[in-house]
């Protein structure tokens, strides 16, 4: 994941997407579930009916082939009776047809005349009756056909259902055999249509079963109501018409109903078609259950995996929360801040942008004076003051401990910005309550626009850092942009710090030397020793002042090699003093606090002055009172140390800094360097009013030298002479010189110490 997808993992958007997605899925996984499952045993109900209707549709084939049959042979059998009657006897009497009715399995026998009389009956009732015209028997006996099997008809006497067969005998008598309906209906009735869809519906399985003729009327059917209608529905009978399986799912009372029809074939020809309705009910009742089980299964693993994912969620958004967010103001962190500057530098919207660094000034000395319980209440409540200021484009970070950024979208011009630079020491201008006591905090913004050049977010914070340092420097306003004069400044000093890491690097470096310049005793005039002050000179820079570059050396953590440098150029020249000769003589070296306050610092001097081989008394330390501030137990013993090992110690620029000449009483140094401030002093101040003259006896009742700095004008000169002043430094004497002329003014000093020239 990259860094802008990590912040953002935070977003329920990036959940919500994969929870969108997988209930897509599980919504179209449920459809296609129910709908296979609904599929499923809609097909096997079709195919269950298909089959059924397709063996019933044999059955009822079977069934018409059957009643063909047995009906014929029942004719047959009319057919051979009546002849047997006809043939048995010329002389009939009732008596012989009774027997014979008996023999043959009949109902009725009629013997008529040739007029169409009956004239012997197995039963009396009809004796004498004479077929009259239209009726059946007469249309028989004067039609041309010997013989005849009717289909069953009522009789028009007695009302009852027979079949009759007929025969005409060869003397002209006609007999008649009939076969009571019922009989021939209990034996036949077995293959007719409507019994054999009432058997069908005995099987559980099927549901209504109709048999439909070939002009779409509805023969047989288990639904009594149905016998006799018509099929009116246009599919119903295009499907009949096609002579092909068909199967519908259609609306029956408006029910849901699976419809199957089947045509019937009997010898090769259709003889209609079987229709079978199966309700769905069932089939629909056992798909709601599996589906529901299919849903409860599919829930519960949505469900889980819902939870799972709301539970790395959580996880996510705290961890997150860890990384992205501070802990004590709950306001977005450094990390938020990087990735949320570089995605707003890549996709540069052309809204104007600024980032406003917010450094609190004195908050570590409150945390060391108070405790950091206490700083963290300050911060607390200074976080929710500056909240207020934040709105949808002005956006709130903790930058470090005591850091916060305001990044500022879409403003119109710089005013805006200096208005909320404004608000901000507002609120730094009011005490802070949410301690006991009314504590004040001090504050500084450093403001930098970023525009297109910006494309590195770590310049665009160094940058906010710079205006920052800048305000320290001026202190007239406490905010400051970061402008092209700042910038100017910046690129130099990264021009010097590169030339100092390369002169340093360079074994006989040209770009820095060292200038001496010269120490005189005041009462003697001769020369007792020399300042070594830093010199740097590029080709590029020209010669750049040690205000400058000393200032940049400490900054970049330089000192120390910075340092060893000076120290060892100093000794080797205390060498090049000694091989001539002059070893009283002592050169005085800067010290900072920084080599002063490292553990090795002895051990470094004492390597260098081993390594040049010269003595400890030729060498004397400056140090600044700035230093004592540093701590003054531990610096004192190390200026012990330094002192028994025969340096002489000096402290610099004194009455500039903090201490007082009672401080200065249990320092072990060996002299005091009174700073040219106050000795520029000495030609325009009336001399009662200067505390030169003070300084310079004290010092002496504490046993100190005292050398006087910057002496410029004899009129200082001769003020330090009239008040004891032992060593005067100045351009009244000398400007600092390079190596050879400082060798040349000590030649010559010499000189005239001999010749007494300078008493
Ligand atoms: P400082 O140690 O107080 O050095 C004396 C400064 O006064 C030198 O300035 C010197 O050139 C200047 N000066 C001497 N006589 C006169 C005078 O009659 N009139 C005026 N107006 N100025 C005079 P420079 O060389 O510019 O050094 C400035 C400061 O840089 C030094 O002040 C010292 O604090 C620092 N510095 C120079 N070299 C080194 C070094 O090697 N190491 C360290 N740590 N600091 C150094
Ligand atoms: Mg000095
Ligand atoms: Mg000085």
Redesign the pocket.
């Known amino acids: 994941m990259n860094n802008k997808n990590k912040r953002k993992a935070i977003h329920i958007k990036t959940f919500i997407i994969p929870f969108i997605i997988i209930a897509i899925i599980f919504l179209i996984v449920g459809k296609i579930l129910i709908d296979s499952i609904k599929n499923h045993y809609y097909n096997q109900l079709e195919e269950q009916s298909i089959n059924f209707a397709r063996s019933y549709s044999h059955s009822l084939a079977k069934g018409t082939e059957a009643y063909e049959i047995v009906d014929k042979l029942l004719e047959d059998k009319l057919s051979v009776a009546s002849k047997i009657v006809a043939f048995y006897d010329y002389h009939h009497s009732n008596e012989q047809l009774k027997k014979l009715a008996d023999t043959l399995e009949v109902d009725e026998i009629y013997s008529y005349n040739p007029q169409g009389e009956i004239v012997f009956s197995n039963t009396d009732k009809y004796l004498g009756w004479k077929a009259y015209e239209g009726h059946p028997v007469y249309d028989f006996i004067f039609s041309n056909k010997k013989s005849l099997v009717e289909d069953i008809r009522q009789d028009t006497e007695s009302g009852v259902y027979y079949k009759y067969g007929y025969f005409k005998a060869p003397d002209g008598c006609i007999i008649q055999i009939g076969v009571l309906a019922d009989k021939i209906q209990n034996f036949l009735g077995g293959f007719e249509i409507q019994q054999l869809l009432d058997e069908m519906e005995d099987d559980e399985i099927i549901g209504q079963i109709s048999f439909i003729d070939n002009y779409f009327n509805i023969l047989a059917s288990t639904d009594n109501g149905l016998v006799g209608r018509k099929i009116t529905n246009q599919d119903v009978r295009s499907a009949i018409d096609e002579d092909r399986e068909h199967s519908f799912l259609n609306y029956f009372y408006g029910k849901k109903v699976y419809e199957v029809f089947i045509p019937v074939y009997f010898q090769n020809s259709k003889i209609g078609t079987l229709a079978i309705r199966q309700s769905l009910e069932k089939t629909e009742a056992i798909v709601r259950q599996v589906s529901t089980i299919g849903f409860v299964t599919l829930s519960t693993i949505f469900a889980s995996l819902l939870y799972a994912m709301a539970s790395t969620y959580n996880k996510n958004k705290k961890l997150i929360k860890l990384a992205y967010y501070d802990s004590l103001t709950g306001l977005p962190n450094k990390e938020y801040l990087i990735e949320f500057l570089t995605e707003k530098i890549e996709k540069n919207n052309g809204d104007k942008k600024a980032l406003l660094l917010i450094n609190c000034s004195n908050f570590r000395t409150v945390n060391l004076t108070f405790g950091f319980q206490y700083g963290d209440t300050i911060l607390q409540e200074l976080a929710e003051k500056l909240k207020e200021l934040a709105n949808i484009y002005i956006i709130l970070f903790r930058f470090t401990s005591d850091k916060f950024v305001l990044y500022v979208d879409n403003y119109d011009e710089k005013n805006d910005l200096i208005r909320l630079a404004n608000k901000i020491n507002e609120i730094f201008n009011n005490p802070f309550k949410s301690t006991d006591v009314n504590q004040f905090i001090g504050a500084q913004v450093g403001i930098v626009e970023i525009d297109n050049n910006y494309n590195s977010i770590d310049q665009l914070l160094k940058d906010a850092s710079v205006a920052l340092t800048y305000i320290k420097d001026n202190s007239s306003a406490n905010y400051a942009f970061f402008n092209e004069e700042i910038e100017n400044i910046v690129k130099r000093e990264e021009m010097i710090e590169k030339e100092i890491r390369t002169a340093l690097s360079e074994k006989n470096t040209k770009k820095l030397y060292l200038e001496y310049?010269p120490q005189v005793d005041l009462k003697t005039n001769q020369i007792v020793g020399f300042?070594?002050?830093?010199r740097m000179k590029t080709k590029n820079l020209g010669l750049i002042?040690?205000?400058e570059f000393?200032d940049i050396v400490e900054r970049k953590q330089l000192m120390i090699p910075f340092?060893n440098w000076?120290l060892k150029t100093a000794c080797n020249f205390i060498g090049v003093l000694n091989n001539k000769g002059y070893d009283v003589i002592k050169v005085a070296?800067?010290?900072?606090g920084i080599q002063l306050m490292r553990d090795d610092f002895i051990d470094t001097v004492m390597d260098i002055i081993k390594e040049t081989g010269i003595k400890e008394s030729n060498l004397k330390l400056?140090i600044?009172e700035s230093i004592i501030l540093e701590g003054f137990t531990i610096v004192n013993s190390r200026l012990k140390q330094l002192r028994d090992l025969g340096i002489e110690i000096a402290l610099?620029?004194f009455g500039t800094g903090y201490s007082s000449l009672s401080r200065i009483r249990g320092l072990n140094i060996d002299c005091v360097k009174i700073d040219?401030y106050f000795i520029s002093k000495i030609p325009v101040k009336d001399h009662s009013e200067l505390i030169t003259k003070e300084i310079i006896s004290m010092c002496h009742k504490i046993g100190l030298t005292v050398i006087a700095?910057?002496?410029?004008v004899k009129e200082q000169r001769r003020y330090l002479v009239e008040n004891h002043c032992d060593i005067m430094?100045?351009?009244?004497f000398s400007?600092?010189l390079s190596k050879e002329k400082t060798l040349q003014i000590l030649k010559n000093n010499y000189k005239d110490r001999k010749n007494n020239n300078y008493l």
Do not use: C, F, H, R
């Open positions: 310049q300042e070594a002050l830093a002042s040690p205000v000393i340092g000076v070296v800067n010290i900072s400056e600044t610099d620029d040219k700095e910057g002496v410029e430094q100045g351009y009244l400007k600092p």
